[in-house]
């Protein structure tokens, strides 16, 4: 019986403990793209809102570990062959593994473009956090006040 309870113990704790790591691990940071929709449409086969939303994907992890607020341009070319090259990030980062990441995360997306012709794109984007506005905060008193 004692084994019994104790692989139960066991169990619990670990769904306790995951329970609580996800809730932590929630995205809270908003990655907003702005980009040529006829210039992404050239160069990636499945349209603009999925180009949109595979960046954001893929960039979340580093905007939410590094905790990243602020505006960016993202530059590169997309060649004929459809390998991207010349990945380049401003404003300058001092902060070299967050440039790294950020190359990588973008990288991930390269089996998505489409060959034929070559582009220069550039991409803004714009982290930010979602805040709860004062109206939507959790009330602790039975009044509105």
Do not use: W
């Not at 809730?23 to 990655?31: E, G, K, Y």
């Amino acid at each position: 019986m004692n084994q019994i309870s104790g692989f139960m113990k066991k169990t619990l704790s670990i769904i306790a403990i995951s329970i609580f790591a996800l809730s932590f691990s929630q995205r809270n940071t908003n990655v907003e793209i702005k980009v040529d929709k006829d210039q992404i449409e050239k160069v990636y086969p499945k349209g603009l809102d999925k180009f949109k939303q595979d960046l954001a994907g893929n960039l979340q992890y580093t905007a939410n570990e590094y905790q990243v607020l602020g505006n960016f341009k993202l530059n590169f070319n997309v060649e004929k062959n459809g390998k991207i090259s010349a990945i380049k990030i401003s404003p300058e980062v001092f902060d070299v593994s967050f440039e790294r990441q950020m190359r990588r995360d973008f990288s991930r997306m390269a089996k998505h473009f489409a060959s034929g012709q070559k582009e220069n794109i550039s991409v803004d984007l714009s982290f930010s956090r979602r805040y709860n506005s004062f109206d939507e905060r959790a009330r602790f008193t039975a009044s509105n006040q």
